[in-house]
């Protein structure tokens, strides 16, 4: 059966983690996330003064990366359709370049090609509708911007995805539920929506139907993540 991914699951199941996602996130992966987002700010650096928006935001750990690596002056938007983690994006914020606003990625409350950047880490596969989710990223797009993705995908050497996927599927949902405990079983989701999400090629031509072209992907950490590039065509502007 396919994992749950309604908004109203999602939205629970986050909000109940968000105390200590942070924690989560740094300790499950050895602090390997905090490499992953420092990669994807060096493979797409910001160019000029147009503000970026950074969806699925989280507690805003990539959008703090962006403002950090953009020229001065730079806005950052931040979104999230969970409150109670816009709550706590909003207790480590250290400046009024970076703005943090409650909104779905499905229906994002700006108007057509606004942004020089628009990114998602580890979020996109929380999204109900993957494509609706991307055709709305490129819509609010500037023409010649980028759209970036950072995500979870399975390692390519077999052994490493053997042992991978054993871990993911036994001991971190266990572990997870032990340290953070929520009824929405989050740490069971999320091997489980890693699995069924489309990565390379599969996620490229995606970007390619929601209106991007020039895609790429480059896997880090032996394809435990992957960053993935596309831009919006000039032509757009139409």
């Given at each position: 059966?396919?994992?749950?991914?309604?908004?109203?699951?999602?939205?629970?199941?986050?909000?109940?983690?968000?105390?200590?996602?942070?924690?989560?996130?740094?300790?499950?992966?050895?602090?390997?996330?905090?490499?992953?987002?420092?990669?994807?700010?060096?493979?797409?650096?910001?160019?000029?003064?147009?503000?970026?928006?950074?969806?699925?935001?989280?507690?805003?750990?990539?959008?703090?990366?962006?403002?950090?690596?953009?020229?001065a002056g730079t806005s950052v938007v931040a979104t999230d359709f969970?409150?109670?983690?816009?709550?706590?994006?909003e207790k480590k914020r250290n400046t009024r370049d970076v703005v943090?606003?409650?909104?779905?990625?499905?229906?994002?409350?700006?108007?057509?090609?606004?942004?020089?950047?628009?990114?998602?880490?580890?979020?996109?596969?929380?999204?109900?509708?993957?494509?609706?989710?991307?055709?709305?990223?490129?819509?609010?797009?500037?023409?010649?911007?980028?759209?970036?993705?950072?995500?979870?995908?399975?390692?390519?050497?077999?052994?490493?995805?053997?042992?991978?996927?054993?871990?993911?599927?036994?001991?971190?949902?266990?572990?997870?539920?032990?340290?953070?405990?929520?009824?929405?079983?989050?740490?069971?989701?999320?091997?489980?929506?890693?699995?069924?999400?489309?990565?390379?090629?599969?996620?490229?031509?995606?970007?390619?139907?929601?209106?991007?072209?020039?895609?790429?992907?480059?896997?880090?950490?032996?394809?435990?993540?992957?960053?993935?590039?596309?831009?919006?065509?000039q032509e757009s502007a139409s």
């Amino acid at each position: 059966m396919p994992v749950d991914k309604s908004g109203s699951r999602v939205r629970q199941m986050f909000g109940e983690i968000a105390g200590r996602y942070d924690f989560m996130n740094h300790f499950l992966s050895g602090g390997t996330d905090i490499y992953w987002r420092w990669r994807t700010v060096r493979m797409a650096r910001p160019d000029g003064t147009a503000p970026i928006l950074d969806v699925c935001t989280g507690t805003g750990d990539l959008a703090f990366a962006w403002r950090k690596s953009a020229a001065a002056g730079t806005s950052v938007v931040a979104t999230d359709f969970t409150h109670g983690m816009l709550q706590l994006a909003e207790k480590k914020r250290n400046t009024r370049d970076v703005v943090f606003m409650e909104a779905d990625t499905q229906e994002l409350p700006f108007e057509d090609n606004v942004f020089q950047l628009v990114s998602v880490a580890f979020g996109l596969r929380n999204v109900s509708s993957t494509i609706g989710g991307l055709e709305e990223m490129t819509r609010v797009c500037a023409p010649g911007g980028r759209v970036v993705v950072l995500e979870f995908s399975l390692p390519d050497n077999k052994l490493l995805s053997r042992t991978y996927q054993w871990y993911f599927r036994n001991i971190l949902p266990k572990l997870g539920q032990m340290l953070v405990r929520n009824r929405q079983a989050a740490y069971e989701y999320l091997p489980q929506s890693v699995s069924e999400f489309p990565s390379g090629n599969q996620l490229t031509q995606i970007m390619e139907e929601a209106g991007l072209e020039r895609t790429m992907f480059r896997k880090l950490t032996g394809g435990i993540a992957t960053v993935y590039i596309g831009y919006k065509p000039q032509e757009s502007a139409s």
